[in-house]
């Protein structure tokens, strides 16, 4: 692996300020999903080491707690500006476990570390109220105060950002960290637990578990000491954990799933939409939760639309992300390349034509040519369920009224794209869209100071900006009388 600095691959977890292994000395192999070879093994870890991280962190959290918000600030932006230091060997990290091009993986380490500033800033303006009181001799103040132990479940495709999504706004507010981030990229996670070290943060407050996933995602439910979950993944394992939550009422944040529809109207900047496809379906390999799964194009641009999106889709390269001008990786594994042809097969079978693509990439493995297709049947597969992966259906409409429909008709709520300049349009539909996060000329909304999150089964709650710190917060109301 080419990092300078060596210290950052981890193979053994982070807990209460140690490099453990598990109890039994098992682990597990982390594949690299581009050459399908070894990168290397970490702790399978289970029940009893989570157990005893959780009674870790329950005790580091008193000192933690009580120091002060610039305190905690300050080490914040110490872990931020180690992160920004070590930004190529991390995405050198990265990408040699999750596939994606080198460029994206240098820029998700900016985009991580955007929250551990944002972070580090915002918790200095955690402020409570206080009300007017309806008695004269009685006052009435709001408190804000850090919910208690975190546990944090992360998924592969942004290995780095959603953990710092996650436990900057914990830290940040008082309340220590465990993480067990997914088992396809767990050494970018403890690259950030080291440079956390590093950073000087007291044992105990920052946690990382690799290992069953069941386990240690049933022991953090269950465990009494644990009062928040916050978890970013698929919505089927969103429900499990939600539901092992409920015995003991833990607040619970959940970034699930998504299906985002992508609107080009017929006034649009055509290029600019085409772009915003590009950006919005093709990143990551179609791996995203925001990416573009339904594209409407209006009737009367449909055809130029297809053929422009073509020519720019025939220019993506694939192959591995550590050469410098790829654009496109693997798919994370076998799996998830058997769903893509599972979709397109179905859809293809159902009436849909195909542009570009529809087949495995010459090069093998886990690599799949991007695919647009068109005239796609809205009985298809890839119509209701995510695809996770470089295929674009494409579907004509005629009307704002039908498309806004078609686009809400959805059990997801999490991203929405639409390109337009008409002023009066462009309010109509933000507000008809029944999505978290509308990208108006934008395939690429995400940043740190924006609130993203989802409607109906795409989650719960809200990561990044001021909202982003109040899933880590009691609220607290004192009544004082006798004045
Ligand atoms: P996933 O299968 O739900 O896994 C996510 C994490 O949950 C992994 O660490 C996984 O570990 C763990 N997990 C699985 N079963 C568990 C259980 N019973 N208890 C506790 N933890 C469990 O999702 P994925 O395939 O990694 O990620 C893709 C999904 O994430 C997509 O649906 C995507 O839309 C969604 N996503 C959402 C957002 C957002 O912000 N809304 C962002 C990124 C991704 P194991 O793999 O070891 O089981």
């Given at each position: 692996?080419?990092?300078?600095?060596?210290?950052?691959?981890?193979?053994?977890?982070?807990?209460?300020?140690?490099?453990?292994?598990?109890?039994?000395?098992?682990?597990?192999?982390?594949?690299?999903?581009?050459?399908?070879?070894?990168?290397?093994?970490?702790?399978?870890?289970?029940?009893?080491?989570?157990?005893?991280?959780?009674?870790?962190?329950?005790?580091?959290?008193?000192?933690?707690?009580?120091?002060?918000?610039?305190?905690?600030?300050?080490?914040?932006?110490?872990?931020?500006?180690?992160?920004?230091?070590?930004?190529?060997?991390?995405?050198?990290?990265?990408?040699?476990?999750?596939?994606?091009?080198?460029?994206?993986?240098?820029?998700?380490?900016?985009?991580?570390?955007?929250?551990?500033?944002?972070?580090?800033?915002?918790?200095?303006?955690?402020?409570?109220?206080?009300?007017?009181?309806?008695?004269?001799?009685?006052?009435?103040?709001?408190?804000?105060?850090?919910?208690?132990?975190?546990?944090?479940?992360?998924?592969?495709?942004?290995?780095?950002?959603?953990?710092?999504?996650?436990?900057?706004?914990?830290?940040?507010?008082?309340?220590?960290?465990?993480?067990?981030?997914?088992?396809?990229?767990?050494?970018?996670?403890?690259?950030?637990?080291?440079?956390?070290?590093?950073?000087?943060?007291?044992?105990?407050?920052?946690?990382?578990?690799?290992?069953?996933?069941?386990?240690?995602?049933?022991?953090?439910?269950?465990?009494?000491?644990?009062?928040?979950?916050?978890?970013?993944?698929?919505?089927?394992?969103?429900?499990?954990?939600?539901?092992?939550?409920?015995?003991?009422?833990?607040?619970v944040s959940l970034e699930?799933?998504?299906?985002?529809?992508?609107?080009?109207?017929?006034?649009?900047?055509?290029?600019?939409?085409?772009?915003?496809?590009?950006?919005?379906?093709?990143?990551?390999t179609g791996q995203t939760?925001?990416?573009?799964?339904?594209?409407?194009?209006?009737?009367?641009?449909?055809?130029?639309?297809?053929?422009?999106?073509?020519?720019?889709?025939?220019?993506?390269?694939?192959?591995?992300?550590?050469?410098?001008?790829?654009?496109?990786?693997?798919?994370?594994?076998?799996?998830?390349?058997?769903?893509?042809?599972?979709?397109?097969?179905?859809?293809?079978?159902?009436?849909?034509?195909?542009?570009?693509?529809?087949k495995p990439h010459d090069?093998?493995?886990?690599?799949?040519?991007?695919?647009?297709?068109?005239?796609?049947?809205?009985?298809?597969?890839?119509?209701?369920?995510?695809?996770?992966?470089?295929?674009?259906?494409?579907?004509?409409?005629?009307?704002?009224?039908?498309?806004?429909?078609?686009?809400?008709?959805?059990?997801?709520?999490?991203?929405?794209?639409?390109?337009?300049?008409?002023?009066?349009?462009?309010?109509?539909?933000?507000?008809?869209?029944?999505?978290?996060?509308?990208?108006?000329?934008?395939?690429?909304?995400?940043?740190?100071?924006?609130?993203?999150?989802?409607?109906?089964?795409?989650?719960?709650?809200?990561?990044?900006?001021?909202?982003?710190?109040?899933?880590?917060?009691?609220?607290?109301?004192?009544?004082?009388?006798?004045?």
């Open positions: 692996m080419n990092i300078s600095n060596k210290s950052l691959f981890k193979n053994k977890c982070f807990v209460n300020g140690e490099w453990i292994n598990s109890a039994n000395n098992s682990s597990i192999d982390v594949i690299n999903p581009a050459t399908l070879k070894s990168i290397g093994k970490v702790p399978d870890c289970g029940t009893k080491e989570t157990h005893e991280a959780i009674k870790k962190a329950y005790e580091s959290w008193k000192n933690w707690k009580e120091k002060t918000a610039l305190e905690r600030s300050i080490l914040l932006k110490k872990w931020n500006d180690l992160i920004l230091a070590n930004q190529e060997d991390l995405a050198q990290i990265m990408t040699i476990e999750q596939g994606k091009p080198i460029s994206e993986s240098r820029a998700e380490i900016v985009y991580g570390a955007s929250f551990v500033e944002w972070f580090a800033e915002e918790c200095k303006r955690v402020y409570g109220d206080i009300i007017p009181d309806r008695f004269k001799d009685k006052r009435t103040v709001v408190i804000k105060q850090p919910i208690g132990v975190v546990g944090a479940i992360t998924p592969w495709n942004f290995p780095s950002s959603m953990i710092t999504r996650k436990c900057a706004p914990a830290l940040a507010v008082g309340c220590p960290v465990i993480i067990k981030p997914a088992p396809q990229t767990p050494f970018s996670a403890l690259a950030l637990a080291s440079l956390a070290e590093k950073a000087g943060f007291p044992k105990g407050v920052i946690n990382i578990l690799t290992g069953d996933a069941e386990k240690i995602g049933k022991e953090l439910c269950s465990n009494s000491l644990v009062r928040k979950i916050s978890f970013t993944g698929s919505t089927e394992v969103g429900k499990i954990l939600l539901k092992q939550s409920a015995p003991t009422v833990k607040k699930l799933g998504g299906h985002a529809p992508f609107i080009a109207f017929e006034d649009c900047d055509i290029d600019e939409a085409v772009t915003g496809a590009i950006q919005s379906k093709f990143r990551n939760c925001v990416c573009a799964n339904r594209i409407f194009i209006h009737e009367k641009i449909y055809e130029i639309f297809i053929k422009k999106f073509t020519e720019e889709v025939s220019k993506i390269k694939v192959g591995n992300g550590l050469e410098e001008n790829v654009t496109a990786g693997p798919l994370i594994d076998n799996l998830a390349v058997e769903k893509v042809k599972d979709h397109i097969q179905d859809a293809i079978k159902k009436g849909s034509k195909i542009a570009i693509g529809g090069l093998g493995g886990n690599f799949y040519e991007p695919t647009i297709l068109y005239d796609v049947s809205i009985k298809a597969k890839i119509t209701n369920e995510e695809t996770f992966g470089p295929v674009a259906p494409i579907y004509k409409f005629s009307s704002e009224k039908e498309v806004i429909e078609m686009a809400n008709n959805s059990e997801y709520g999490l991203a929405s794209y639409f390109f337009s300049r008409d002023i009066g349009r462009i309010w109509r539909v933000s507000e008809a869209l029944e999505y978290g996060i509308v990208g108006v000329n934008t395939g690429l909304p995400s940043k740190a100071e924006i609130p993203f999150g989802g409607m109906k089964q795409s989650g719960l709650g809200r990561e990044g900006s001021k909202y982003g710190l109040e899933d880590f917060l009691e609220i607290k109301y004192i009544n004082m009388a006798g004045i």
